[in-house]
């Protein structure tokens, strides 16, 4: 294994140390939000720039290690980058369509009253 230069093992330290605690807090509140709504947008947004954190710490050191820029890691980046936020708001989507067939109003129902 060989030493990293100093000026890719510092940026690098500091992402993936942001990385880290972007993801704690996108667990903490899948943890602590009440409904699924708010469940959803904590880790959504949390794991999501803490993934970004850590692959551009990971382009830095395989950049510094090989001598010339990596490009397979600022790919992986922007597809993880574009398609997280994406299923999740498909995943947000489908709950919402969910809880409206839900509370339908059915034949010998009387229907609910939501607060929209």
Known sequence: MS???LWATLP???LLVAGGLFALTGALGLLRLPDFFSRMHGPSMGNTIGCGCVLIASMLTASAVTGRLAIHEPL???FIVVSSPVTSMLLMRAARYR???RN???PGRAPESTDD
């Open 3 to 5: 030493d990293l230069p």
């Open 12 to 14: 690098a330290t500091v």
């Open 76 to 78: 992986i980046t922007l």
């Open 99 to 101: 809880d409206r067939a």
């Open 104 to 106: 339908a109003v059915r």
